[in-house]
């Protein structure tokens, strides 16, 4: 009998320690890496963010900083010529005020998600050049002192050369000079907000990688305001960090950039297994402790936070649940994994 307060007592902390109860307490990740000085994260879809009360309940209780996941790209914000479209952004601003959250800003200059009116119009130089100023004028300086970060050029390095992508609105019209000034732009109209180069497959060691250093170090170089690197971090189940992880990190951060992973999720087959979901936790648990190791790197952030609305299915047939918490918000070992190693970290602040 006497043994039984003491049973209760261990089964309750081990429950309490296994991570779920963090979520089931409501201290969240949010929490853990406030007291690291540290950002965990994730991007927010419109709809649900609209319509789903615990949408919005679980980043109030789990994250510190959002990004808009198409808030903020040309479609979502300027979609007619001379008309902005600011609500979605706006929401998302002042989502993040009200929540003592952090936003960052996705993406000023992509060669995808651009509206037609762009993309079918016909521009000189000259007027492709106005239309990136007065598009991020207008945008960078609406939510100046609120962005925190900006992801100004996003995904510019062709995969096969480590060239530039040639075949983008934005080369094709103002040339390689269009990085340089989007960032000058940028600096101009927020000189306090940081100003990232955004890519994907750039993590380790590689041709794609070397081309994100190469134009990195120009722009450093030519004392372009370029402030920080993001790994995207798509990756699928099995991922490890490993030692070219780290040699790219090293190279990057001599530069004098900071770093932040900005899209991370890990896509698995579909239904995953548990040993599917482990491996997975195990990617998670990698990436972060792979972050909070390195001085420069300031923040995580994944590409959603529920398997119920992501990008990956359709885009990868047969893969799917590449998230923190399944389709009914419920925590998975992938969250729990962060929670672990957030604590386990050293001190950050
Ligand atoms: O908003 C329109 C809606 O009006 C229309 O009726 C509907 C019909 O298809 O499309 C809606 O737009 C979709 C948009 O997401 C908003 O939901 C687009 O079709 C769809 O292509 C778009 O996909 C986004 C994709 O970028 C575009 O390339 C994904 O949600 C978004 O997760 C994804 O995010 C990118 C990052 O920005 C950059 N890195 C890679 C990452 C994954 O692809």
Same mark, same amino acid.
């Given at each position: 009998?006497? #043994?039984?307060?003491?049973?209760?007592? !261990?089964?309750?902390?081990?429950?309490?320690?296994?991570?779920?109860?963090?979520?089931?307490?409501?201290?969240?990740?949010?929490?853990?890496?406030?007291?690291?000085? /540290?950002?965990?994260?994730?991007?927010?879809?419109?709809? *649900? /963010?609209?319509?789903?009360?615990?949408?919005?309940?679980?980043?109030?209780?789990?994250? $510190?900083?959002?990004?808009?996941?198409?808030?903020?790209?040309?479609?979502?914000?300027?979609? $007619? +010529?001379?008309?902005?479209?600011?609500?979605?952004?706006?929401?998302?601003?002042?989502?993040?005020?009200?929540?003592?959250? &952090?936003?960052?800003?996705? #993406?000023?200059? @992509?060669? +995808?998600?651009?509206?037609?009116?762009?993309?079918?119009?016909?521009? #000189?130089?000259?007027?492709? !050049? $106005?239309?990136?100023?007065?598009?991020?004028?207008?945008?960078?300086?609406?939510?100046?002192? &609120?962005?925190?970060?900006?992801?100004?050029? $996003?995904?510019?390095?062709?995969?096969?050369?480590?060239?530039?992508?040639?075949?983008?609105? @934005?080369?094709?019209?103002?040339?390689?000079?269009?990085?340089?000034?989007?960032?000058?732009?940028?600096?101009?109209?927020? *000189?306090?907000? +940081?100003?990232?180069?955004?890519?994907?497959?750039?993590?380790?060691? %590689?041709?794609?990688?070397?081309?994100?250093?190469?134009?990195? &170090?120009?722009? &450093? =170089?030519?004392?372009? *305001?370029?402030?920080? !690197?993001?790994?995207?971090?798509?990756? *699928?189940?099995?991922?490890?960090? #490993?030692?070219?992880?780290?040699?790219?990190?090293?190279?990057?951060?001599?530069?004098?950039?900071?770093?932040?992973?900005?899209?991370?999720? !890990?896509?698995?087959?579909?239904?995953?297994?548990?040993?599917?979901?482990?491996?997975?936790?195990?990617?998670?648990?990698?990436?972060?402790? /792979?972050?909070?190791?390195?001085?420069?790197? +300031?923040?995580?952030?994944?590409?959603? /936070?529920?398997?119920?609305?992501? @990008?990956?299915? %359709?885009?990868? =047939?047969?893969?799917?649940?590449?998230?923190?918490?399944?389709?009914?918000?419920?925590?998975?070992?992938?969250?729990?994994?962060?929670?672990?190693?957030?604590?386990?970290?050293?001190?950050?602040?």
């Amino acid at each position: 009998m006497r #043994t039984r307060p003491l049973l209760l007592l !261990v089964l309750c902390g081990g429950l309490w320690l296994n991570g779920y109860a963090v979520a089931a307490q409501g201290r969240g990740l949010r929490d853990l890496a406030d007291k690291r000085g /540290f950002y965990v994260g994730a991007a927010v879809a419109m709809r *649900p /963010f609209r319509t789903e009360a615990p949408y919005q309940e679980t980043l109030k209780r789990e994250f $510190n900083i959002i990004v808009g996941e198409n808030a903020f790209k040309w479609t979502g914000i300027h979609p $007619n +010529k001379g008309g902005y479209y600011f609500a979605d952004a706006d929401a998302l601003v002042a989502f993040a005020a009200a929540n003592r959250m &952090k936003i960052r800003g996705h #993406t000023l200059v @992509w060669h +995808k998600q651009l509206p037609r009116w762009v993309t079918g119009g016909s521009f #000189t130089r000259e007027e492709a !050049v $106005n239309l990136l100023r007065d598009h991020i004028n207008t945008v960078v300086g609406r939510y100046k002192g &609120k962005v925190i970060a900006w992801d100004v050029v $996003n995904e510019a390095i062709d995969d096969e050369t480590g060239g530039l992508r040639t075949s983008s609105f @934005w080369y094709e019209k103002i040339g390689p000079d269009y990085i340089r000034m989007a960032f000058e732009f940028a600096h101009q109209a927020d *000189p306090a907000a +940081k100003l990232y180069y955004n890519d994907y497959e750039a993590e380790d060691m %590689g041709r794609k990688s070397d081309g994100v250093y190469r134009l990195l &170090k120009e722009l &450093k =170089a030519a004392g372009v *305001p370029v402030d920080g !690197v993001g790994w995207q971090m798509h990756v *699928p189940n099995g991922f490890h960090i #490993t030692e070219a992880h780290r040699r790219n990190a090293a190279r990057l951060a001599a530069l004098g950039l900071e770093m932040t992973i900005t899209e991370l999720d !890990v896509r698995t087959r579909v239904p995953a297994s548990a040993a599917d979901l482990q491996a997975q936790a195990t990617a998670y648990r990698e990436i972060l402790g /792979f972050c909070l190791s390195q001085p420069n790197c +300031k923040a995580l952030l994944a590409w959603g /936070f529920t398997d119920k609305y992501s @990008w990956i299915p %359709g885009w990868y =047939a047969g893969l799917g649940d590449a998230l923190l918490f399944d389709k009914d918000y419920q925590p998975k070992p992938a969250y729990r994994a962060l929670v672990e190693a957030l604590r386990s970290a050293s001190r950050r602040k």
